[in-house]
Protein backbone atom coordinates (compact mmCIF):
# COMPACT_ATOMS: atom_id res chain seq x y z
CA UNK A 1 0.00 0.00 0.00
CA UNK A 2 1.25 3.50 -1.36
CA UNK A 3 1.67 6.00 1.81
CA UNK A 4 0.22 9.75 0.71
CA UNK A 5 2.66 12.50 1.22
CA UNK A 6 0.77 15.67 2.59
CA UNK A 7 3.08 18.47 1.80
CA UNK A 8 2.32 21.60 3.90
CA UNK A 9 2.38 25.52 1.90
CA UNK A 10 5.64 25.93 0.76
CA UNK A 11 6.39 29.81 2.70
CA UNK A 12 5.10 27.19 5.81
CA UNK A 13 8.00 24.80 5.04
CA UNK A 14 10.52 27.48 4.14
CA UNK A 15 9.88 29.16 7.73
CA UNK A 16 8.42 32.49 6.07
CA UNK A 17 4.73 32.41 6.97
CA UNK A 18 2.81 31.82 10.22
CA UNK A 19 -0.72 31.18 8.05
CA UNK A 20 -2.71 31.21 11.49
CA UNK A 21 -1.51 34.72 12.35
CA UNK A 22 -1.57 36.16 8.75
CA UNK A 23 -5.29 34.85 8.81
CA UNK A 24 -6.13 36.23 11.92
CA UNK A 25 -4.39 39.89 10.75
CA UNK A 26 -6.05 39.65 7.01
CA UNK A 27 -9.76 38.87 8.66
CA UNK A 28 -9.48 41.76 10.83
CA UNK A 29 -9.53 43.72 7.64
CA UNK A 30 -7.54 46.56 9.32
CA UNK A 31 -4.22 48.20 7.38
CA UNK A 32 -0.82 46.71 8.87
CA UNK A 33 2.01 48.26 10.23
CA UNK A 34 5.20 45.62 9.25
CA UNK A 35 8.12 45.77 10.50
CA UNK A 36 11.29 43.83 9.40
CA UNK A 37 14.90 43.79 10.47
CA UNK A 38 17.60 42.44 8.20
CA UNK A 39 21.42 42.28 9.14
CA UNK A 40 22.17 46.23 9.01
CA UNK A 41 18.79 47.88 8.24
CA UNK A 42 15.10 48.07 9.27
CA UNK A 43 12.39 48.40 7.33
CA UNK A 44 8.69 49.42 8.15
CA UNK A 45 5.61 48.94 5.65
CA UNK A 46 1.78 50.38 5.67
CA UNK A 47 0.20 47.16 4.31
CA UNK A 48 -3.22 46.67 2.80
CA UNK A 49 -4.76 43.22 2.02
CA UNK A 50 -6.34 43.17 -1.66
CA UNK A 51 -7.24 39.29 -2.81
CA UNK A 52 -5.13 39.77 -5.78
CA UNK A 53 -2.30 40.88 -3.47
CA UNK A 54 -1.23 42.66 -0.58
CA UNK A 55 -0.30 46.71 -1.47
CA UNK A 56 2.51 48.53 0.10
CA UNK A 57 0.50 52.69 0.79
CA UNK A 58 3.99 53.81 2.47
CA UNK A 59 7.23 52.51 2.97
CA UNK A 60 10.17 53.51 5.34
CA UNK A 61 13.79 52.12 6.00
CA UNK A 62 16.66 52.97 8.20
CA UNK A 63 18.31 54.03 4.47
CA UNK A 64 15.85 57.51 4.40
CA UNK A 65 17.15 58.48 7.72
CA UNK A 66 20.89 58.62 6.24
CA UNK A 67 19.56 59.62 3.11
CA UNK A 68 16.98 62.33 3.79
CA UNK A 69 18.21 63.52 7.56
CA UNK A 70 22.29 63.06 7.32
CA UNK A 71 21.83 60.17 10.30
CA UNK A 72 25.18 59.26 10.25
CA UNK A 73 24.47 56.81 13.03
CA UNK A 74 24.10 52.82 13.43
CA UNK A 75 20.94 51.71 11.33
CA UNK A 76 19.73 49.09 13.68
CA UNK A 77 19.46 50.35 17.02
CA UNK A 78 16.80 51.44 19.65
CA UNK A 79 17.15 55.02 18.68
CA UNK A 80 16.74 54.78 15.25
CA UNK A 81 14.13 52.24 15.30
CA UNK A 82 12.09 54.91 17.31
CA UNK A 83 13.20 57.49 14.46
CA UNK A 84 11.62 55.30 11.65
CA UNK A 85 8.56 55.08 13.26
CA UNK A 86 8.16 58.56 13.59
CA UNK A 87 9.16 58.54 10.21
CA UNK A 88 6.29 55.90 8.45
CA UNK A 89 3.47 57.80 11.05
CA UNK A 90 4.30 61.05 9.47
CA UNK A 91 4.38 59.55 6.20
CA UNK A 92 1.58 57.40 7.25
CA UNK A 93 -0.52 60.40 8.38
CA UNK A 94 -0.08 62.51 5.02
CA UNK A 95 -1.63 59.70 3.16
CA UNK A 96 -4.81 59.68 5.25
CA UNK A 97 -3.91 56.79 7.26
CA UNK A 98 -4.68 57.36 10.81
CA UNK A 99 -5.03 53.37 12.04
CA UNK A 100 -3.24 50.08 12.05
CA UNK A 101 -2.58 46.65 13.64
CA UNK A 102 0.94 45.80 14.45
CA UNK A 103 2.10 42.53 12.28
CA UNK A 104 5.24 41.55 13.64
CA UNK A 105 5.21 38.24 11.36
CA UNK A 106 7.48 35.35 12.71
CA UNK A 107 9.87 37.88 14.66
CA UNK A 108 9.46 36.07 18.81
CA UNK A 109 7.85 39.06 20.37
CA UNK A 110 10.16 40.49 23.30
CA UNK A 111 9.64 43.28 25.62
CA UNK A 112 11.69 46.54 24.51
CA UNK A 113 12.96 45.16 21.48
CA UNK A 114 13.77 47.09 18.47
CA UNK A 115 10.32 46.40 17.05
CA UNK A 116 8.68 47.87 19.65
CA UNK A 117 10.44 51.02 19.30
CA UNK A 118 9.34 51.17 15.42
CA UNK A 119 5.55 50.81 17.15
CA UNK A 120 6.85 53.44 20.07
CA UNK A 121 7.80 55.97 17.02
CA UNK A 122 4.63 55.28 14.97
CA UNK A 123 2.41 55.59 18.05
CA UNK A 124 4.41 59.38 18.70
CA UNK A 125 3.24 60.11 14.92
CA UNK A 126 -0.07 60.51 16.35
CA UNK A 127 -1.44 56.77 14.51
CA UNK A 128 -3.81 54.81 16.76
CA UNK A 129 -1.78 51.17 17.22
CA UNK A 130 -3.49 48.85 19.68
CA UNK A 131 -0.39 48.32 22.22
CA UNK A 132 0.11 47.63 25.77
CA UNK A 133 2.86 50.37 27.79
CA UNK A 134 4.73 47.64 29.04
CA UNK A 135 5.94 46.49 25.83
CA UNK A 136 8.07 49.47 25.12
CA UNK A 137 11.76 49.87 25.48
CA UNK A 138 12.92 52.43 28.39
CA UNK A 139 12.76 55.80 27.29
CA UNK A 140 16.75 56.30 28.42
CA UNK A 141 17.28 53.38 25.93
CA UNK A 142 14.85 55.41 23.40
CA UNK A 143 17.24 58.24 24.05
CA UNK A 144 20.05 56.68 23.21
CA UNK A 145 21.78 57.79 26.72
CA UNK A 146 23.23 53.99 26.92
CA UNK A 147 25.34 54.60 23.73
CA UNK A 148 29.00 55.89 23.28
CA UNK A 149 28.22 58.63 20.14
CA UNK A 150 24.98 60.21 21.33
CA UNK A 151 22.30 60.69 18.74
CA UNK A 152 20.65 64.29 18.37
CA UNK A 153 17.42 62.78 19.04
CA UNK A 154 15.84 65.94 19.67
CA UNK A 155 16.86 67.49 16.60
CA UNK A 156 15.97 64.76 14.12
CA UNK A 157 13.00 64.27 15.63
CA UNK A 158 11.81 67.75 14.83
CA UNK A 159 13.07 67.97 11.75
CA UNK A 160 11.07 64.74 10.85
CA UNK A 161 8.10 65.66 12.77
CA UNK A 162 7.94 69.23 10.44
CA UNK A 163 7.74 66.83 7.16
CA UNK A 164 9.89 69.31 5.52
CA UNK A 165 11.96 66.38 3.80
CA UNK A 166 9.18 63.63 3.33
CA UNK A 167 8.05 62.71 0.00
CA UNK A 168 4.74 62.15 -0.82
CA UNK A 169 4.50 58.65 -2.16
CA UNK A 170 1.51 57.39 -5.24
CA UNK A 171 -0.32 55.53 -3.84
CA UNK A 172 -3.27 53.83 -5.63
CA UNK A 173 -6.12 52.38 -4.34
CA UNK A 174 -9.04 50.32 -5.31
Not at 19 to 26: A, F
Not at 121 to 139: C, K, T, Y
Request: hydrophobic share 35%; charged share 30%; glycine share 6%.
Amino acid sequence: MKRKIILSHRRKREGKTHYKQRLKLLLSNCIRLVIRKSSRNIIAQMIQYYPKGDKVLVSATTQELKRDYNYNYPRRNITTAYLLGLLIGTKAKKQGINSAILDIGLYTPSKGSILYAVLKGAIDADLQIPHSEDIFPDESRIKGSHLKNKIPLEDIKSKILEAKHVKKEKVTRK
